[in-house]
Nanobody
């Protein structure tokens, strides 16, 4: 059973930066992939970014526009999301999601919530002046 704990959220002014961290425990072997999703107020949960563990391939949502970077620190079992040039539209609860135990990661599920079997509780990011 994988447990994920997000941290690093908070209130930031437009144009500011935040670094979110997803700390994992319970893995007995490497994950297939770890992703970040977000859920803006009153909206559906949406894909933000993903990193595939076997080769560190990454994919970002179109709205990221080069502002965010996902990375992982294997020794620390941590996946981070560096967010720069934040906009009010980035306000949301950010969730870490892990795909673990499948041994595969088809391209068709990279951006779908159904592709991940473990989730954190989320961390609030608010971008406001």
């Amino acid at each position: 059973q994988v447990q994920l704990i997000e941290s690093g959220g908070g209130l930031v002014q437009p144009g500011g930066s935040l670094r979110l961290s997803c700390d994992a425990s319970g893995r007995t072997f490497s994950s297939d992939a770890t992703a970040w999703f977000r859920q803006p107020p009153g909206k559906e949960r949406e894909f933000v970014a993903v990193i595939r563990w076997n080769d560190d391939t990454t994919l970002y949502a179109g709205f990221v526009k080069g502002r965010f970077t996902i990375s992982r620190e294997n020794a620390k079992n941590t996946v981070s999301l560096q967010m720069n040039s934040l906009e009010p539209e980035d306000t949301a609860v950010y969730y870490c999601a892990d795909r673990w135990g499948y041994g595969s990661f088809p391209r068709t599920i990279w951006t779908k919530t159904s592709g991940y079997n473990f989730w954190g509780q989320g961390t609030q990011v608010t971008v406001s002046s």
